[in-house]
């Protein structure tokens, strides 16, 4: 099975806590903090673009794995807040890496963006022996959020990760490694409205000197997104676990997409998963979208708390709907 080898990420400087938030709309560090755990969130700087995120990250996964980026076969880029609709986002993070003539595209599956390229790479891996596949999922979700909405304005936050994914072993013995055990990606089209950015594609149509109106922004159903983000996770993590043969005990970390730290709590009662096997670092960056399993990979990282040898489980959900979950074999 193909490898992960080498994991960077970059999470802008600017950090948003919930008492400047106090001061845009009606709400409370209270209140956010009792209904998400979330405590600060970062923030792009007004020069910074989602490839500009892109690149850091994929600069500090190809370090820590010792490659170079003309190594680099292929380039997947999940975002929910590329660039732009054209350019594609990944061709702007080539030029910015100084690499051509590789396979190099966006892909968005919101939320779940990153572990459904990951498969993509592990599909290409699996078909192609000398792929070297760049992953990267990078966001800038606070240039997507209406400020003056305090349902959704204080969730999200901008960051950025990305890994190598090849069928060769680690150039770097001491940078992240791990076997791509399993990974199950599920959706339902029904509830594709109750997470949406309305505007800005074909939908809605609009002309030159149209105001940019909350349309453009995202809009959500919180509390039956809740619902469902816990029922999805829950569901896809037993499954996955069912269709390897393992239980919990066989897990030593669990990683739930970090959205909220109450849909974390949930899937973890759910699952019956011991509270230090569950990881959570929500509180620092709030929902970066595609990119937040891989900031609490490399947060758990340098906690120490994915051991070689242990097993990792990775479970997310977002818009469309679409929900996953994966398994890594930590080497
Ligand atoms: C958004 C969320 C935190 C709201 O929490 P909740 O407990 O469901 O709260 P409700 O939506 O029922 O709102 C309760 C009240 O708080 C108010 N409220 C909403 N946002 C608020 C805020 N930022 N500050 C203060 N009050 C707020 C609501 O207006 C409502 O007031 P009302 O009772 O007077 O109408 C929660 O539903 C959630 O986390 N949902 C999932 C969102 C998510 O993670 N989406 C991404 C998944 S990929």
Redesign the pocket.
């Known amino acids: 099975m193909p490898y992960i080898n080498g994991l960077g990420v970059y999470a802008p400087e600017k950090i948003i806590d919930n008492a400047y938030l106090e001061k845009l709309?009606?709400?409370?560090d209270e209140?956010?903090t009792s209904?998400?755990g979330i405590k600060r969130r970062r923030m792009a700087a007004d020069d910074e673009i989602t490839s500009d995120l892109a690149c850091k990250a994929s600069l500090a996964a190809l370090k820590d794995c010792g490659r170079s980026v003309n190594d680099i076969t292929h380039v997947f880029v999940s975002s929910a807040s590329p660039d732009a609709l054209c350019p594609v986002t990944a061709c702007v993070l080539i030029r910015k890496l100084g690499i051509k003539g590789v396979m190099a595209f966006d892909c968005n599956a919101?939320?779940s963006g990153f572990i459904n390229a990951l498969q993509l790479a592990n599909y290409t891996a699996m078909a192609d022996p000398n792929a070297v596949i760049l992953v990267v999922a990078a966001e800038i979700m606070t240039r997507k959020l209406d400020w003056t909405d305090?349902?959704t304005c204080?969730?999200f936050g901008d960051g950025a990760g990305a890994v190598i994914v090849s069928r060769n072993l680690p150039q770097n013995p001491q940078g992240f490694c791990a076997e791509i055990d399993d990974i199950l990606i599920d959706t339902d089209g029904e509830f594709s409205e109750l997470?949406s950015i309305h505007a800005g594609g074909s939908r809605q149509r609009y002309s030159v000197g149209d105001p940019v109106d909350r349309n453009y922004f995202i809009s959500?159903n919180?509390?039956e997104?809740?619902k469902q983000?816990v029922r999805s996770m829950v569901e896809a993590a037993r499954s996955i676990l069912e269709r390897n043969r393992l239980s919990l005990e066989d897990i030593s970390l669990v990683i739930p997409?970090q959205?909220?730290d109450?849909?974390i709590q949930a899937v973890g009662d759910r699952l019956d998963v011991p509270v230090d096997k569950l990881f959570s670092n929500v509180s620092e960056y709030g929902?970066t979208s595609s990119a937040s399993v891989t900031l609490a990979l490399h947060d758990a990282r340098n906690a120490d708390l994915m051991p070689k040898g242990g097993r990792v489980l990775l479970t997310t959900?977002?818009?469309g709907f679409i929900w996953t979950a994966a398994l890594l074999n930590i080497l």
């Open positions: 709309v009606e709400t409370s209140w956010i209904r998400t919101a939320c305090r349902t204080v969730l997470i959500m919180g509390r997104v809740f983000a997409h959205a909220n109450r849909i929902n959900f977002g818009g």
